[in-house]
């Protein structure tokens, strides 16, 4: 998250500073790439965490939709 931080403010020193549009994209790509690979971290953790609690509960239905609604929104 220090990462994409870092990455923010320097695409925010380039608005203000004003640099080439190409490099602009370029680092906003780049810092969606990292937000999107931190989500599936995220994201990935929390299955295995809930997929292991809803195995031993037999099912619990309520975590399985929750589970989807995320993986939705992502």
């Given at each position: ?27 906003i ?7 999107d ?19 031993k ?5 309520l ?10 929104k992502?």
């Amino acid at each position: 998250l220090s990462r994409i931080k870092g990455q923010v403010e320097g695409i925010m020193r380039m608005v203000e500073y004003p640099k080439p549009a190409v490099e602009i994209f370029t680092q906003i790509t780049a810092a969606k790439k990292a937000l999107d690979s931190t989500g599936r971290y995220f994201l990935e953790n929390y299955i295995k965490e809930n997929f292991t609690a809803v195995t031993k509960s037999k099912g619990d239905s309520l975590k399985i939709k929750e589970i989807i609604e995320i993986m939705e929104k992502f």
